[in-house]
């Protein structure tokens, strides 16, 4: 389920230091790993507050009862929250598309050119 997520974590971090490419490397991977575990708890509990109780077909068909005797699992249905979640990624990823439009500080200053003066003014810090 979270393949996803493992397989675009280095290009999510290699594109965060390329931005703030004066910033130091582990800095703005660090930060960008915090912001992202910040983020998951909100979710966690912004999409858990959106479940609901399931219907009497669902529940009937749903097992989630590990030992009969002393199970006290309660079901959700978390169709809302999938829908919520899924807007999200979708909005995340029209405003990165839209919006990000940085030149690449690092990869610049490794090719010895700079586009303007306040690249270079920033790179002789």
Do not use: W
Request: net charge positive; charged share 15%.
């Amino acid at each position: 389920r979270r393949v996803h997520g493992i397989a675009l974590l280095p290009v999510g971090l290699e594109l965060g230091v390329e931005c703030s490419y004066p910033v130091a490397e582990a800095t703005s991977s660090g930060l960008l790993n915090a912001s992202c575990q910040l983020q998951g708890v909100i979710y966690l509990l912004l999409l858990k507050s959106l479940g609901q109780n399931p219907s009497v077909h669902e529940a009937e068909v749903q097992t989630c009862v590990i030992f009969p005797k002393i199970s006290t699992v309660k079901l959700h249905n978390m169709e809302i929250s999938g829908y919520v979640f899924a807007g999200l990624y979708v909005i995340a990823a029209f405003i990165t598309i839209v919006f990000l439009n940085t030149p690449y500080h690092r990869l610049l200053t490794n090719r010895g050119k700079t586009r303007d003066h306040e690249t270079s003014a920033i790179l002789q810090k």
